[in-house]
């Protein structure tokens, strides 16, 4: 099982970013599929999550209206696009992945978000 996220980077406040994670090893779309971010110094936060089919997602309030997770289960890829970005949107991005009827769970290594002028 792996879950590997990519598209991490620098970007200036107000600018766009979309990471992205592949998933192998496990039937991508039976899974919920979340982001979460962790800040230096911080706990560990849910920010975003979108169901199997893709029929549904949720956001944190900090990041509605500029945050859009989708995800794509022909090439067991999820998405997050981040659009305003802000300085405290900084963090390292985590992919999960989620079974409710097992409750069995993976993660990715995470892709750091930088957000600064």
């Known amino acids: 099982v792996q879950l590997v996220e990519s598209g991490g980077g620098l970007v200036q406040p107000g600018g766009s970013l979309k990471i992205s994670c592949t998933a192998s090893?496990?039937?991508?779309?039976?899974?919920?599929m979340f982001w979460y971010r962790q800040a230096p110094e911080k706990e560990r936060e849910w920010v975003a999550v979108?169901?199997?089919?893709?029929?549904?997602?949720n956001y944190v309030d900090s990041v509605k209206g500029r945050f859009t997770i989708s995800r794509d289960n022909g090439k067991n890829t999820v998405y997050l696009q981040m659009n305003s970005l802000k300085p405290e949107d900084t963090a390292v991005y985590y992919c999960n992945a989620f079974l409710t009827a097992t409750q069995r769970t993976y993660w990715g290594q995470g892709t750091q978000v930088t957000v600064s002028s």
């Open positions: 090893g496990f039937t991508f779309s039976s899974y919920d």
């Open positions: 979108i169901t199997g089919a893709g029929s549904n997602a």
